[in-house]
């Protein structure tokens, strides 16, 4: 989750600056290590360090571009039969480390707390996975991270599984149960909200307000179950509901209990169905997602009303395995929302208007990647996003009243251990990259959306980054 940075921190001036040269010294400490470790023997490399001890098989098995956590059709096969494929003993445990440098077109006033206005060097996040099968039936993959720039640690990513097999139809089915802490983020396609483009970001550099719920506003504030069917490797469907932990379980596990929407009332439904099959040489997906919730915002059940929230998305995907081994990919989402923040405007969160239909809108979001990896060590991905909604002055605080966004996004990426040669064999890989983000509007307008003279450009960013698994 992105903290709360819209208060910038007085800091002493020799505080500062001893601040910051450690904070460098850290934020280089994967490029270092990566450094120390390409100066070993060469060995065979795996995939996602875990789960590649546990398969036996390269990273480019399961993910495109030999990193993740783009899935290839094989990765895909392997999480929804609950992580359970093994060839050996394994230690079900791994860790990550991500760190980078961004620079915004124009300084960012005020600046994000304990960082400078500009060009920031951010250790954003160290994760420590569990990450594993046991026999036939169960897996889990759970992650938890250091948030570098908010400096917590938080529980993150998490999805238990229970999986068996049974013929439905005729066709040989995967049957299983999922406990996650996020809509979507059990889902085996890049296209929706919890691993879709781009695979890394920053807390450092500014984003657009506006985003429906399921695009990670439950994230690590939900718990859900759901089960689902995977037929004849073709037909996928899901259904479930998600609720909200109590405050204080919340707070032991490192999420803010107020960061989020609030308290789901009774349960939120959540539904999911997919098609997969051969199409253009590659393999094409279809699919459609639903989540309805009503929500107590920040947890006041004092009105009597709640927010409520329904999200209908649409997805597709293709990926092509070229005969040299390279690979085309391309993704795409749409989200609809239709909101009403009743709850809110009667407890008088946001305003001045009051009533039912003090906030009563509908939300867009449109996100689409192309992307082309050669020989699972250099990767180059285009993508564009948009974000339109009906102008509501009491929800929305920019001078324009609306939550229009759009712009686009360039990454390029190395992968030297991509294609199963690394140093220290199964248990390390990296990927450095470069991320460029273009922003056409940003909360509501080109210019002046902030009626300062904020222009949407000014939030452009580069970022320059290293990913280390191991």
């Not at 036996?56 to 956590?69: D, E, M, R």
């Not at 206005?117 to 996975?129: E, H, R």
């Not at 046991?134 to 229970?162: C, E, P």
Request: net charge negative.
């Amino acid at each position: 989750m992105t903290p709360d940075r819209k208060v910038a921190q007085q800091r002493k001036p020799a505080a500062s600056t001893r601040s910051t040269w450690i904070k460098r010294s850290l934020l280089l400490l994967p490029l270092v290590s990566a450094g120390a470790i390409m100066t070993l023997p060469v060995h065979s490399a795996k995939a996602v360090p875990a789960f590649a001890e546990q398969t036996g098989l390269p990273c480019s098995a399961c993910h495109v571009g030999g990193f993740g956590p783009q899935l290839t059709p094989f990765g895909r096969e392997f999480k929804l039969d609950g992580y359970t494929l093994r060839a050996q003993k394994s230690v079900p445990l791994a860790a990550m480390a991500v760190a980078s440098l961004t620079h915004t077109k124009r300084d960012q006033v005020p600046a994000p707390d304990g960082l400078d206005q500009n060009d920031n060097v951010a250790f954003d996040q160290g994760s420590i996975f569990i990450a594993g099968g046991l026999g036939k039936h169960f897996g889990m993959f759970s992650q938890t991270t250091y948030d570098g720039v908010g400096q917590a640690w938080a529980w993150d990513n998490t999805d238990i599984r229970a999986v068996t097999k049974a013929n439905l139809f005729g066709a040989d089915t995967t049957l299983g149960l999922t406990l996650n802490n996020s809509p979507t983020v059990q889902d085996a396609w890049n296209t929706t909200p919890a691993w879709g483009f781009p695979y890394t970001d920053t807390a450092v550099s500014g984003t657009p307000d506006a985003a429906p719920l399921i695009d990670d506003g439950l994230a690590t504030e939900s718990v859900g179950l759901s089960a689902y069917a995977w037929i004849g490797q073709k037909f996928y469907l899901e259904g479930g509901a998600y609720t909200t932990p109590a405050a204080g379980t919340l707070n032991w596990l490192g999420a803010d209990p107020s960061g989020g929407p609030g308290n789901i009332h009774g349960l939120a439904p959540y539904g999911r169905v997919a098609w997969q099959g051969n199409a253009g040489g590659g393999t094409l997906e279809l699919g459609a997602f639903v989540l309805n919730a009503n929500v107590y915002p920040d947890r006041d059940m004092s009105s009597g009303f709640t927010d409520h929230y329904t999200d209908l998305g649409f997805d597709a995907s293709w990926q092509k395995q070229l005969a040299s081994g390279d690979v085309l990919s391309a993704q795409a989402r749409y989200v609809h929302e239709n909101a009403n923040y009743r709850a809110s405007c009667a407890l008088g969160m946001i305003g001045p208007m009051t009533g039912p239909d003090c906030a009563s809108v509908g939300l867009n979001e449109l996100r689409g990647d192309f992307g082309y990896h050669w020989h699972n060590k250099l990767g180059a991905t285009i993508g564009a996003f948009s974000i339109t909604g009906d102008s509501n002055s009491a929800l929305y605080d920019s001078s324009t009243a609306s939550p229009d966004s759009n712009g686009v996004m360039l990454q390029l990426d190395y992968s030297p251990w991509g294609d199963g040669n690394g140093p220290l064999g199964k248990r390390v890989n990296l990927q450095l990259g470069l991320q460029a983000t273009f922003y056409g509007k940003f909360n509501g307008a080109s210019t002046n959306y902030d009626g300062a003279g904020a222009n949407a450009s000014d939030n452009n960013a580069v970022r320059v980054y290293s990913w280390l698994a191991f």
